[in-house]
């Protein structure tokens, strides 16, 4: 008798969630009956949300992740499968677990539009979405706008970015494999902020590592838009001089403004045309469509500024923004693993306020970044960021974080643990 | 005697105890603890190549934790993560992962 008055007053005060969660268990979906959550996105930020919200509600809350791709295909560890060392499938993990594990719906579809006040979503395929709470994590899309002739036909095609892991990165090692030895292969890297700030340096190494066994007379140019390397630069130029002398050329302060594809043709604000055999251009971006288009992207027109607490937009309510979109405090990365840790303190947050309880007042989470210089070797970053209450920011916490002393082996192998535990943190 | 101070002892353990109960809400801990499950595994059961935290030994872990932060234990990057926090959420993480499921 006191067991089962207990229980009811447990499933009066928590929303029925408990209950819900008790009834339904794990393998299967929500009722329909308890608050719902849309997830607009499957990537580090998404994804993690998704199961976090289903696991921290008991269950109790209803989460449809909406995603465009069959399957899961990391960025991180990518340009590893254009030097050669991985392949396709080391870096692709499928949506199974977070449906049977965590009774995630899954809608593989792309997202047109949202409308906050009726709060809902519109499908591609048709059909609408109704949300009490929606986190967008669309990720990055890229400024075509500012080359111009990237929109002529088959532009994109030929040159192209592999900055979203998937075909691109297929394609890319292909021209590569197909460059005739004694070829150039350049590089270009927009102003920061972009998505993950070390990344091209490592795929300057992870490509010089392959032509160093495949094609020992071939250059890689890296054409920097930026002053100088805009993370881990000692170490990267340390790489370069040390394992790929004469090989890899760094030059700064090369801001790419068209390329003529038909030509293989990079042309510069200041500094002379350069031409390649392979031209690799990583275009300037900004948050994904579906949070500009939804008037999120209030800074500069590019970034989403949210609470850090909740990381609900500033301009749109009931709407969360995760990954890559936001517009970054101080010192953080637009990093996949900064994603997965946007996406534990927003689950908790978007938990708490659909259970009338208090978010978080003091989040904690760190980055963790590892790149490798060759096919075993690597360098990290790593930071720890602390919420500031009366800056309304994150901040890193002084003192902490850094990076590796030297190139080494030992994280070359906690690189790849690393990397097999965010995907299952991520996805499992 | 004996006893006495026996007791005392764990009267003071209790009050200790409750004051730590007190100054940290259990969920804040679980999301600074999820913020390691990137590389130790959701809720410290860590894939292969890296430590579970889950059931581990209270002292041990803040000890070890402790030990990073001084400089003591090196690391590749323990070191530097560990110097993010204070010694009373160390203390709080040690205490949250110790009593999760292995």
Sequence with gaps: MMKRRQFVQTVGTAGSLGALGLMSG?????????????VIG???GGATAAKYVRMWSDYGIDVTLVEPNSTFISCPISNLVLGGSKTMADITTPYDNLVKRHGVRLVQDMVTRIDPEKRMVMLAKGGELPYDRLIVSPGVDFMWENLPGMAKDGAKDKVLHSWKAGAQTVALRKQLEAMPDGGVYALSIPLAPYRC???PYERACQVASYFTQAKPKSKVLILDANDDVTSKGPLFKKAWADRYAGMVEYRPKHKVVDVDAATNTLKFEFNDDVKAAVLNVIPEMRAGDIAVKTGMATANKRWCEVDFLTHESIAVKNVHV?????????????SGHMANQHGKTCAAAVVALLTGK?????PIYNNTCYSFVSAEDVVHVSSVHRYDAEKKTMLTVAGSGGVSSAANELEGRYAMAWARNIWADTLA | MKLNALVLAGALAVVSGWAQAQAVDPLQVRSWAAACASCHGTSGVAQAGNESLAGVNKDDMLKKLLDFKTGKKPATIMHQLSKGYSDEQLAALATYFSALKK
């Excluded at chain 1, 208090?358 to 003091?362: I, K």
Aim: charged share 10%.
């Design chain 1, 322 to 334: 995760l990954g890559d979109s936001i517009q970054i405090a101080p010192a953080m990365p637009k």
């Design chain 1, 26 to 38: 794990c393998a299967t979906s929500g009722s329909g009956k308890g608050p719902k959550v849309v």
């Design chain 1, 42 to 44: 499957g990537g580090y």
């Design chain 1, 197 to 199: 700030p070390p990344g």
């Design chain 1, 358 to 362: 208090q978010p978080n007042q003091l």
